[in-house]
Nanobody, 120 residues
Framework: QVQLVESGGGLVQAGGSLRLSCIASGRIFSIYAMGWYRQAPGKQRELVADITNGETTNYEDSVKGRFTISRDNAKKTVTLKMNSLKPEDTAVYYC??????????????WGQGTQVTVSS
């Protein structure tokens, strides 16, 4: 069993900052990618940023230069630092972790989601 616990999010004014964290636990053998996605009302879920076990990062164009993703392999944690937030960043943010279990099975697990609201 693998579990994800998200924290962070909340309400902030435009131009402000927030930090999201996601911790993975359970029977994890290896993690090869960790990322954050978001879903705004009436829109499809989209990738915000992800990071591989080789520390390669990928960002959605609208967040480049404002968001930073990082991971702590020892703590099995991925963090998204969000600066210069805009109202259009308002969405439910989901953590996603992909890896293999100690039993040798691949997994792709989603967090429960955390609301980020940016007021203008």
């Amino acid at each position: 069993q693998v579990q994800l616990v998200e924290s962070g999010g909340g309400l902030v004014q435009a131009g402000g900052s927030l930090r999201l964290s996601c911790i993975a636990s359970g029977r994890i053998f290896s993690i090869y990618a960790m990322g954050w996605y978001r879903q705004a009302p009436g829109k499809q879920r989209e990738l915000v940023a992800d990071i591989t076990n080789g520390e390669t990062t990928n960002y959605e164009d609208s967040v480049k230069g404002r968001f930073t993703i990082s991971r702590d392999n020892a703590k099995k944690t991925v963090t998204l630092k969000m600066n210069s937030l805009k109202p259009e960043d308002t969405a439910v943010y989901y953590c996603n972790v992909r890896g293999t279990t100690t039993g040798g099975k691949s997994f792709s697990l989603w967090g429960q989601g955390t609301q980020v609201t940016v007021s203008s």
